[in-house]
Each structure stands twice: as C-alpha cells, then as structure tokens.
C-alpha cells in the first residue's frame, strides 16, 4: 500500500483530491459521533477480474464469492473467530472494543458493464479481460484484481479509493478460502484476510504503525502506537512497542490470518464515514447492481397461534414489512399459500420461507405447541373429623367435551368427585382431541377440636411424679385422653384430664371425641426441682450425737440428704453462741474439732449439746428450689 500510495501521491491532482476526500471522511466522522447500531447498510458492489492466472471460470466465481462472504463477517464482526477477540476481552485491551462496520459488499449480478460478455444474472467476474489496477469501465465497483504480484507481496490498494474504476489487488494465492481450478489458497493466509486488510486500506484506514516508528501514528485514537508491523501470531501476547500493549489482531496489522480477527470501533467508524463520504456513486450503483441490496429492507412480521385444545386450529399469519411483491410464501409442513394464512394447523416445528419478486430470502421457524385444557377448581368441601365426606368440583371452559380422573385410570364425564378424606389431589382432564391439563388442590380434615398440654416436671430422684394436665376445647363429650399410645387412658365425659406419676422425657398424648375427631401433641418432662416438696419427701438428715472418741463408731457428723441440695451452709454453735464449725459442702463431715484447728489432742470441743443451722435449697445449680429453706436443731457430743 505505501509504495502504491507514494506512487499516486506523484500522479497530478492525486494529492489534492485524496485531501478533498479524507477531509470529507472527517466531516461525516464528526458529525456522527458515537455511532450505534447499524440501521443503513452501506452496500457496495464488487467485481473481481482475473487476469492471466489460469483459473477457470467456476471457480474463479467460487473464490470471489468466498472472498465476499469471508469480507463480510469481518467486517461486520460475525466473522467464526471473533470469539478469539471476545475471550481475550478486556484482559489485554481494557480500553478497546471490536467494530462493526455497516459496510457489506456483493458480487454483483445486475446489470453489468457492456463489452465483456456478462449476462443478467451473471457474476461480475471476468477472466483475462481487464489489465493492471484501473478499468474505468468498472467505475461504481470495488474491483478486486486477482494476479500474480510476486516479490512476497500478498496484495495492495491505493489508502482511500475513489471508485472510478479502481480496486485492490490481491495474490491468487491469498484470493477467497477456496482452492479449486488448480489454484491453492495458501496458509498462513488461507481465511481471505489479505483483502479484508487491502479493503481496509481502500476505506482509508492506515497500518497501526503509519510510517513507522514510536512517532508515527495512524490518525485513529483508539489503536495504540506501535513502531512496525507484527508477523506470525502472537496468540495471548501483550506486546508494547511504544507506550501500550500493541493491537495485534486487527486487520490492518501483518500477522497470519487466523491472527487477524477485528478492527477496532474507531477503525469502523472511520472506514463507514469515509464510504459515506466519498463512495456514494458505488452505493448507489449497488442498487442496480447488486441482488442483495434489492433485498434491503426485506422483511416479514409473523404472527402466529398455538393449537388449542379444540385441536387443529393452530395458524401462522406472515406479512410482508418491504420487499417488492409478488411474494412466494410456503410453510414446511403445511404447504404453500397464496397470502401467507395458514390456519387449522397441529402443533410442531414450521419453517415458513417466503421470496419476493426479486427472489429475496426469508426465512424463519415458528414453533406452534398445542395449549393446556383451560380448567379451575370450582369448590372444596373439607372432610370433618375424618369422616370421609370432602368433595371437590374441577370446572372447565372448552367447547370439547372434557373427561376426568384422579388417578389417570378411571375416567368420568363431570368434574365432581365426592366421599374423599384428607389429601393431595390432582385431577387429570383430557378430551378425544388429545389435550390434557390438570388441576391440582388439597383437601383438609377439619374439626373444631384443640387440644391444650400442660405439664409438670420430675421433682424426685427416686419417684416418677411428672404429671400433664390435658385440656380439650370444642370436643363432644365424653372425651377420651390416650397417653403414649395406649399406656394409660382416661375417659370421661370432663373436657380435662390428668396423667401422673410420669418419668423424664417425651409423652404424646391423644385426644378423640365422639365425633371421632382426633387431636395429638407430645409434651417433654424433665426434672423439676423447683416443686420438691409438693409430692416428693426431700429431707435433710442430722444426726443427734455423736462420739469423736476414736473407737471407730460415730466419730463424725454427716448431714446425709435424700435430693440433692445447693447453696448449702452449715453452721454449729456452742452454748455461748460461738461457731465451732461451719461448711457449704454437704458432703464435708464436722469430726468434732474446735473452730480452726483439725482436731489433733486439746483441740476438740468439750463433750455438750451443741446446736446447728443449716440453709439450702432443694435441685442442683440452674435447677434449684425456688425457696430458701433452713432446717436448725442440736447435735450432742458424747465422749
Ligand atoms: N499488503 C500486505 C502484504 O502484502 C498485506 C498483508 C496481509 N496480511 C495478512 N495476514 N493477510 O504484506
Ligand atoms: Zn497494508
Ligand atoms: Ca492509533
């Protein structure tokens, strides 16, 4: 391209007017700004002439329409391996994002230039027939000369062509991504890039590296500066030549084919306005040119409705939006038609494909599926205490004649269903057409009975006394209480029972009527030693002598206790008042030793009536009495 362009540039008037038309490009780039979705395809034709390459006419077609179609996934962004670019994102270039272009090319088909052999309905393709890169004949085409170049270049283009009757010149060898006609697109760059790069040039866009060097730049702000060209493929590489890491996979770069997947968003926008700008006769030429412009704008709106439970009665409705009719409509499955209504249709898989008069394409799947009977519950009536008499009512709203069944075996003609105890039911429905639905609702045991428990824990270690008071509300008399299944049973014709004398843990406890109504709960017993005393005898035994002698018999005082006691304290007194011995550990015994000492020799208290006082509580710490009790008396020491 630069050798091509710097040879130009030479030409009289070449530099003016490539200034005119890269001032042009400007102006349109400014005045759109931010361009969103393309909502005007820029449509230009192609012709592609091969001169002197041997290729046959077959499949020199096969390759220029494989180079058109490789074109325009570039530059739309639909190419197969974006995805290469749309993984990497935005690891590498956080601040770069992919075009795509509105700019879409044709081969043409239409009324071609007179004087090389082309019917209508022939591709612009011409064998032998055009020399070097400009056949003004061919002005309003991109042409793509296809030749041998030789010297390791693959191809080039002048940067910013003016359609009048130039192109871009590429290697056979690099043309389309179809060998054929003993002709091999050769890898690496086998996938056609080589003219999306040299179109790229024709749209005005410059290599990343411009002339070259960290102080050239391409005029584009979103490609960053880089010295020179990247070869090979730098898969996953960042790269930084200059400041940022390198934009290695657009187009414009040198990098093998399957390296080059995007051009960036300012790339796009550049190469757009600059077609806007400055190739408006190849646009508009397209429009008689080009098959595919013909169909710009075609398209259809397709309603559809599903089958209903009637059965066959499913329709699709295609109107036309554009397009030049007649319009030929058919649907795979159903047939054609003349308007394109199709009713009285099953559920399924349609492909409806309609042509208009320029044999534009449409095509699209309607899935119809077949619609669920329309049914509702009408009522439930509750069953009451288990007496087996719920019913329930599913109605429907279809014009067929529905059937129904609870357990998809037997089938009735109403919805009504009736003598049903408690439980989930789902009532099927179906009718000869086929549909099916259901409808699915639960059905209570009610009763007006409750039950409230009530229980009081162990209090004893040595005796079950737990206790549960059971009080019935709503029941019908005479009522009877059934505790742990059958253990004890307490009939009578009060809405209360008792059940006593119960051990630590889980109790149920059943209560049915004479109705039948039943009603359960369990109740937890645990030790409860804030009721001791009630009916449980604790007590606090003190002896009332003994004989610290050392004969082996009686030698100490023991408070022995028959619950287990906290927050004891012990003291004995003398006859003066004065504490001889005092304890909070029940267990600790009093061996007759005066206060302080341990009772070796004089240190034990006289022989005499001594009195003690003990406080305490009945239960253990977190589980104790509520009242502070004390028990006072007199012990005698005998000697
Ligand atoms: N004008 C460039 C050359 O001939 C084209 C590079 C195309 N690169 C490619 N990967 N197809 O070297
Ligand atoms: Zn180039
Ligand atoms: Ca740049």
Redesign the pocket.
């Known amino acids: 391209?630069d050798s091509v362009q710097t040879h130009l540039m030479g030409l009289p008037n070449h530099a003016a007017s490539h200034q005119l038309r890269m001032n042009a490009m400007r102006d349109v780039l400014d005045a759109h700004g931010e361009r969103a979705d393309c909502d005007n395809v820029l449509m230009i034709p192609v012709a592609a002439h091969f001169q002197n390459t041997g290729i046959p006419l077959a499949c020199a077609i096969d390759m220029a329409l494989s180079q058109v179609e490789a074109m325009n996934a570039d530059f739309a962004g639909t190419n197969a391996d974006i995805g290469e670019w749309i993984d990497q994102q935005p690891g590498l270039w956080p601040n770069i994002s992919n075009g795509e272009s509105c700019i879409q090319f044709c081969l043409a088909t239409m009324n071609h230039p007179a004087g090389f052999g082309l019917a209508e309905g022939d591709y612009a393709v011409t064998l032998d027939q055009t020399n070097g890169d400009n056949d003004p004949a061919w002005s309003g085409y991109l042409n793509f000369w296809v030749r041998t170049i030789g010297g390791g270049t693959l191809g080039y283009s002048p940067l910013g062509g003016s359609g009048n009757g130039d192109g871009v010149t590429v290697d056979p060898s690099y043309f389309g991504t179809v060998s054929c006609g003993g002709n091999t697109v050769s890898p690496p760059f086998h996938l056609g890039r080589t003219t999306t790069?040299e179109v790229g040039?024709y749209m005005s866009l410059d290599?990343p590296w411009g002339g070259g060097g960290c102080a050239s730049t391409d005029g584009i702000a979103d490609t960053p500066v880089t010295d020179g060209p990247q070869f090979g493929c730098p898969s996953g590489q960042n790269i930084v030549n200059c400041t940022q890491p390198i934009l290695w996979p657009t187009y414009m770069e040198y990098c093998d084919d399957a390296c080059l997947f995007m051009f960036s968003a300012g790339q796009v926008a550049q190469m757009d306005a600059y077609a806007e700008a400055n190739l408006q006769g190849m646009l508009n030429n397209s429009a008689t040119t080009c098959q595919e412009a013909a169909c710009i704008g075609f398209d259809m709106s397709v309603t559809f409705q599903h089958e209903s439970c009637t059965g066959d009665d499913g329709a699709v409705h295609a109107t036309p939006q554009g397009g030049t009719g007649p319009y030929s409509y058919s649907l795979q499955g159903a047939g054609g038609s003349a308007t394109g209504v199709w009713s009285g249709l099953e559920a399924g898989t349609y492909t409806l494909v309609v042509e208009d008069a320029n044999m534009c394409p449409f095509e699209e799947t309607v899935v119809l599926i077949r619609e669920e009977a329309n049914v509702q519950l009408g009522w439930v009536q509750h069953e009451y205490c288990s007496d087996g008499a719920g019913s329930l009512e599913v109605l429907d709203q279809e014009p067929s004649a529905l059937e129904f069944s609870l357990d998809g075996l037997t089938w009735q003609a109403t919805g009504l269903f009736e003598n049903l105890h408690a439980g989930t039911y789902v009532v099927q429905v179906r009718n000869d057409a086929g549909c099916s639905g259901q409808v699915e609702t639960t059905l209570l045991n009610q009763s007006d009975l409750s039950v409230q428990l009530k229980g009081r824990g162990v209090s004893c270690d040595w005796v079950d006394n737990g206790q549960i008071t059971v009080k019935a509300f709503g029941a019908q008399p005479p009522v009877t209480f059934v505790l742990n299944g059958g253990e004890d049973v307490v009939v009578g014709t009060a809405s209360e029972g008792l059940f006593e004398g119960l051990s630590v843990g889980t109790h149920t406890v059943e209560v049915i009527d004479s109705e039948g109504c039943a009603f359960g709960d369990e109740v937890s017993l645990g030790l409860d030693y804030s009721l001791v005393g009630e009916d449980c005898p604790c007590a606090l035994f003190v002896p009332n002598a003994f004989s610290p002698d050392r004969d082996g018999l009686n030698e100490a005082l023991q408070v022995v206790s028959s619950c287990p006691v906290t927050k004891f304290r012990l003291e004995i007194l003398d006859r003066w008042g004065r504490v001889v011995f005092r304890s909070e550990d029940p267990d600790q015994a009093w061996n007759g030793a005066a206060y302080g000492s341990v009772g070796e020799g004089d240190s034990y208290v006289p022989a005499d009536v001594y009195a003690y006082r003990i406080s305490y509580r009945w239960g253990v710490e977190g589980n104790q009495g509520l009242e502070p009790l004390v028990q006072t008396g007199t012990v005698t020491v005998i000697r």
Do not use: A, E, P
Request: glycine letters at 0%; aromatic letters at 0%; charged letters at 0%.
């Open positions: 391209m790069h040039h290599h």
